[in-house]
């Protein structure tokens, strides 16, 4: 195998994990319905099953990013990849719900752990520019793929009577896979030298994971529980112990450490937009599925398959549209981002008029969950460079780190509060109208979210490619 071709060989294995954690995520969405039923959950428990994993993601990723450094990227990726497969494995042979969800959480720290690896290998393996734009576009065409392959087999595999209940499968299927990748690594992958002795932030992490956890856990499981003191307490707590997490991170940084999170990110203006963006938007992303694949599943009575099906045609525009949009940035800028908006607003209003009954005109809603995708296609690839753009070098690292963790915590609250308002009106007399009634009110209220997510973009300054870097942290 020359040179050339182990190269692109390589970065297929290091796409492993970001295709694997990706997936994870779609093929979860659809298939949430027969997963409450298999572990006979409650509607909390199966919100669990989303935002635990997103959490464990979040609050290690950065951390993951770091110890790749240290202990070198190939033995972080590794062991990442080992957990990863492991606690798939066991999620696919829990039997109650605290045991899933133990093990989802498994899943995002471990992921958390080996896709910062990837990121990493990608710029020691392709130097040259060119050929690193390349690389980069198809470790993130993989994930674009992932996540339509995830919405179909979540669809499927629930449907599916072997000889284990179908919905098991679609974590065990991720054992062959990982098992794959470990082998393929321990071969191939090259061992990269230790780049930092910088200390790890654990005091950073715990207090951070528990702030994730005291705002997140309460909210999801108190509202089923008729919000018991304990519950009320814990998110009155969140408060407290984010503020003593700033606080901690500041003091480690004017001692000169290395704090997990780089406070002076939060100087620059454009920065602090941008995430108020993110907010919003992430806060929207993963509670549409939510939203409804319990409302066709649970509400209409829709087989598994179908339901997957219609989430294949949203990911197909979103693939439609990422690779347009990536080529209409550099020329219009955040207004491609702001058409995206738009699009995905007009089309959640769209989804209200036809989600109205259980018989839904397949004809019409097929290609309102396609133009649903093309906005999302053209709002998610660039929002990360819109909200890096003025970032200067040196902090581009930390930055994208602080950004993706952001977004999972954004995913998360959105699944605990936008999926919660659902549940919540769902729940006082089921049945197909208090389903409809629900629904709608969660769709509005995301549409709002989405308007909000529309008005940060308009505030965020407009700037020519390259002029990166040039904005000072304001005061």
């Known amino acids: 195998m020359d040179r050339q071709i182990s190269k692109w060989f390589l970065l297929t294995i290091i796409s492993s ?79 109650t719900a605290f045991q899933l969800n133990t093990a989802r959480m498994l899943q ?63 974590f065990l299927i991720n054992v062959p896979l990982g098992v794959a990748s470990i082998l393929f690594a321990i071969r191939f992958l090259p061992k990269q030298r230790n780049l930092t002795t910088e200390k790890f932030d654990y005091s950073g992490v715990l207090l951070l994971t528990l702030t994730l956890m005291a705002l997140i856990y309460p909210m999801i499981r108190g509202r089923e529980l008729g919000w018991p ?32 999170i780089d406070m002076e990110l939060f100087a ?6 941008a995430l108020c963006a993110v907010l919003f938007y992430f806060m929207v992303q993963d509670s549409y599925f939510l939203l409804n694949v319990i409302l066709l599943q649970t509400g209409f ?31 219009y800028g955040k207004k491609v981002l702001q058409a995206g908006i738009l699009i995905m607003i007009v089309s959640s209003g769209l989804h209200i008029l036809v989600f109205d009954s259980v018989n839904i005109n397949r004809i019409t809603a097929y290609p309102v969950l396609f133009v649903y ?24 690292g930390a930055a994208s780190g602080t950004y993706a963790t952001f977004q999972q915590t954004a995913i998360a609250l959105g699944i605990g509060v936008i999926g919660g308002l659902f549940f919540y009106l769902a729940s006082e007399t089921p049945s197909i109208i208090t389903y409809l009634k629900a629904y709608q009110t969660a769709m509005f209220v995301n549409m709002f979210l989405l308007v909000l997510v529309g008005l940060f973009l308009v505030l965020l300054p407009e700037r020519k490619a390259g002029a990166a870097g040039i904005n000072r942290p304001q005061s």
């Not at 033995?75 to 798939?88: D, E």
Request: net charge positive.
């Open 268 to 273: 620059f203006k454009d920065f602090n937009i």
């Open 373 to 396: 995708g093309l906005g999302c296609g053209s709002v998610l690839p660039s929002l990360m460079t819109m909200a890096l753009k003025s970032i200067p070098t040196k902090f581009a």
């Open 229 to 260: 003191a304990w519950s009320l307490l814990c998110i009155a707590a969140s408060i407290p112990l984010l503020i003593w997490f700033i606080y901690d991170q500041k003091q480690k940084l004017r001692r000169q450490q290395s704090p997990l």
């Open 301 to 331: 009575g829709i087989s598994s398959t179908e339901a997957g099906l219609f989430f294949v045609s949203q990911g197909l525009g979103f693939v439609v549209a990422s690779l347009i949009s990536i080529h209409l940035v550099p020329k």
């Open 108 to 170: 995002g720290i471990s992921a958390g752990f080996m896709i910062p690896q990837g990121i990493s290998y990608i710029q020691v393996l392709f130097p040259d520019p060119v050929e690193r734009i390349k690389a980069i576009s198809i470790y993130g065409s993989i994930a674009g793929m992932a996540s339509v392959i995830g919405q179909f087999l979540g669809g499927l595999l629930p449907d599916l009577h072997f000889v284990v209940a179908g919905w098991r499968l679609i």
């Open 17 to 95: 994990s970001i295709f694997l954690a990706v997936i994870d995520i779609f093929i979860v969405n659809v298939a949430l319905p027969s997963i409450r039923k298999g572990i006979n959950g409650s509607d909390g428990d199966i919100q669990l099953v989303i935002a635990l994993y997103l959490l464990g993601y979040a609050a290690f990723l950065i951390t993951g990013g770091r110890a790749g450094d240290q202990f070198g990227k190939k033995k972080v990726f590794l062991l990442g990849m080992i957990a990863f497969t492991l606690a798939s494995a066991f999620c696919g042979i829990s039997q």
